[in-house]
């Protein structure tokens, strides 16, 4: 890239996974915010068989404001990312290859697998390209609920009671493990994949009889499932930026309309939920919710970004941790946008800051040796 050249950054959305219409949503909102004046945007669609597009500069995207029916809009041009430091990309157009430039950053908003797994940051890091968000580890330890938890609570962060179940215990003794859990937890208790995100394959559970259902549900999902002791309280989320020195956003409160924040209240109806921004909270509850969003940041090793989910439980006051999410939701009613903007940090100045986190990441790993070196 010339001294006075505008980097190129390249939107990677969709993907392989079942949160492929929310992550076009908030591709589009990234790219409607990157300044034109100061970046060249490159829109990469996935689409669901894995295959990489170049979709059109003016509109990237058919039916956009439409989340059930939202889908990349194609070029005619696919792209093949080669896993070489330095290699060009390859463009493929009507049957043609060629080398084609690659991109100077690249902001995946990949949500769950394939995308906010760890699985793209591998590929980028291969490549030596600077990305977004949280590296290989953080990436893939955020992504799993069942390592993320077990980290939190090594680091002495309070979360609640939850336990895991993988798919070869299920089939081999259904009734053994539904005994297990009814023993354990008071109901509800929440069912879900341990590796997704978006509230894709997650039931909340009031009685015994609906648990194996709830179970098979989620294990269409993922090898591995948890089930978390539904907790009565207040649902707040805080959003994190930074990479060495971590800042946290004003907190915010999600008010599920029935009592539940699904994937539809999320991303497909705009009365599911009211998210209260900020939330309305005692000085000293937010200094410790903010304490521990930064705390739980660091714990899973994230940087750039990441939105952390926590409950205030009713009756005792507690700061429970329920998850972190390292490519939060950009769409026009993600939370991590608008705690930002709640923050003093508008959303086109939030896109500058992560591109500039991406670089300046990227440019203090280049300093590190790959070669045994006597020291000084």
Request: glycine content about 10%.
């Amino acid at each position: 890239m010339s001294q006075h050249a505008k980097p190129k950054v390249a939107v990677l959305m969709g993907g392989r996974s079942g949160e492929h219409e929310v992550s076009l949503q908030s591709g589009r909102a990234i790219l409607e915010a990157l300044d034109p004046q100061r970046y060249e945007t490159i829109p990469i669609g996935i689409d669901k068989n894995g295959e990489w597009h170049l979709l059109g500069i003016e509109d990237p995207l058919e039916n956009p404001t439409d989340p059930k029916r939202i889908r990349i809009h194609t070029s005619g041009v696919k792209v093949i990312s080669v896993p070489v430091p330095g290699r060009p990309w390859i463009r493929i157009e009507s049957g043609e290859h060629a080398p084609w430039p690659r991109p100077d950053v690249v902001f995946p908003v990949l949500h769950g697998t394939f995308g906010e797994d760890g699985t793209i940051q591998g590929l980028l890091e291969l490549m030596e390209i600077p990305y977004v968000g949280a590296g290989v580890l953080g990436s893939s330890v955020g992504m799993d609920k069942d390592l993320m938890k077990r980290l939190f609570k090594d680091a002495g962060l309070a979360v609640g009671d939850f336990t895991c179940v993988r798919e070869p215990e299920w089939k081999a003794d259904r009734d053994g493990v539904i005994a297990r859990i009814a023993k354990r937890f008071e109901l509800p208790v929440y069912v879900k994949p341990a590796n997704l995100g978006s509230s894709v394959g997650i039931s909340r559970v009031s009685a015994k009889s609906d648990l194996a259902a709830a179970i098979q549900d989620a294990f269409r999902y993922d090898r591995k499932i948890l089930v978390e002791q539904g907790i009565h309280g207040r649902e707040i989320e805080v959003s994190v930026l930074g990479n060495d020195e971590p800042q946290a956003s004003v907190p915010g409160e999600i008010v599920p309309r029935d009592g539940f924040y699904s994937y539809a209240a999320k991303y497909l109806d705009q009365d599911g939920a009211r998210l209260l921004v900020p939330a309305e909270l005692p000085e000293d509850t937010i200094a410790a919710l903010q304490r521990c969003a930064v705390d739980a940041f660091r714990a899973v090793s994230c940087e750039g970004m990441a939105r952390v989910d926590f409950f205030l439980e009713q009756g005792t006051g507690r700061v429970l941790i329920n998850e972190i999410n390292t490519i939060p939701g950009f769409t026009r009613i993600s939370m991590y946008p608008k705690l930002w903007e709640a923050s003093g940090v508008p959303f086109s100045e939030l896109v500058d800051r992560l591109v500039s986190l991406a670089l300046e990441r990227h440019d203090s790993k280049k300093r590190l040796l790959r070669e045994y070196s006597p020291g000084p």
